[in-house]
């Protein structure tokens, strides 16, 4: 069973920075994009940055030069580097993927996790 565990919430100042990892784990045989989502409350969940199993990089126009999302495909995992942070960015970040099983390939998300921009 395919699982993606998300670490590295938490309560930050504005401005301070945080680092978002999520690993995959399971029977995988190949992943393609990786992402980040978020969702604040009361709004819909809206996509972060989005990463190729080539390292071609997509990012919302609101973190652009703020967040940086890279992977490491040896462990399968993904991470968000976020920097300046506002007190906007607060909300839960999800981590998703597109996996090739050895029988099929879906969309897996993350459970979550919180971050908070606040003084």
């Known amino acids: 069973q395919v699982q993606l565990v998300e670490s590295g919430g938490g309560l930050v100042q504005p401005g301070g920075s945080l680092r978002l990892s999520c690993a995959a784990s399971?029977?995988?045989?190949?992943?393609?994009?990786m992402g980040w989502y978020r969702q604040a409350p009361g709004k819909q969940r809206e996509l972060v940055a989005s990463i190729t199993r080539g390292s071609i990089t997509d990012y919302a126009d609101s973190v652009k030069g703020r967040f940086t999302i890279s992977r490491d495909n040896s462990k399968n995992t993904v991470y968000l580097e976020m920097d300046s942070l506002k007190s906007e960015d607060t909300a839960v970040y999800y981590c998703?993927?597109?996996?090739?099983?050895?029988?099929?390939?879906?969309?897996?998300w993350g459970q979550g996790t919180q971050v908070t921009v606040s003084s």
């Open positions: 399971g029977i995988i045989f190949t992943i393609w994009s």
């Open positions: 998703t993927a597109d996996i090739q099983l050895l029988d099929r390939r879906r969309d897996y």
